[in-house]
């Protein structure tokens, strides 16, 4: 989580909104991403999608399922449709999000019952850190 934590903080010194995400696998970073849709002007371009496309291209595979994700913000429906669709085994996420959070807060795609994957999924890992990042950087656009 700290290195997806150092990602957030490279998303913020660019203006961005601060998530970051690896993706590991055992102890090698297949991927390392933040949020870029200012920059890319890409709605879809969040740190967990960029992460993703990143580490399916280093594995050769079309699958992550001996893979983890770390990322800091709870995913959003996209993300969580996109760590579904490539088979992530496990997802460790920092801070909640109450306003669009999909794997528990708002609703929960990454362990809904008619989904064909089910990932292991641990919230709340260094929330206070991820969440600290999130609240400094909107305090500061006020």
């Not at 990143?54 to 800091?72: I, Q």
Request: charged letters at 25%.
């Amino acid at each position: 989580m700290q290195l997806a934590l150092a990602q957030a903080t490279l998303a913020a010194a660019e203006g961005e909104v601060p998530v970051g995400a690896v993706i590991m696998q055992g102890d090698q970073v297949l991927a390392a991403a933040h949020n870029e849709t200012i920059a890319r002007r890409d709605p879809t371009a969040h740190a967990e999608c960029l992460a993703l496309r990143e580490a399916l291209g280093a594995s050769g595979d079309d699958r992550l399922l001996d893979a983890t994700l770390y990322v800091t913000l709870e995913p959003c429906a996209q993300c969580a449709g996109a760590i579904i669709l490539a088979k992530v085994g496990r997802v460790v996420f920092g801070a909640w999000d109450d306003k669009a959070g999909m794997a528990g807060s708002v609703y929960d795609i990454l362990r809904h019952p008619r989904l064909n994957h089910h990932p292991e999924v641990r919230g709340g890992v260094l929330a206070g850190e991820c969440g600290d990042i999130l609240r400094d950087f909107f305090q500061d656009r006020r």
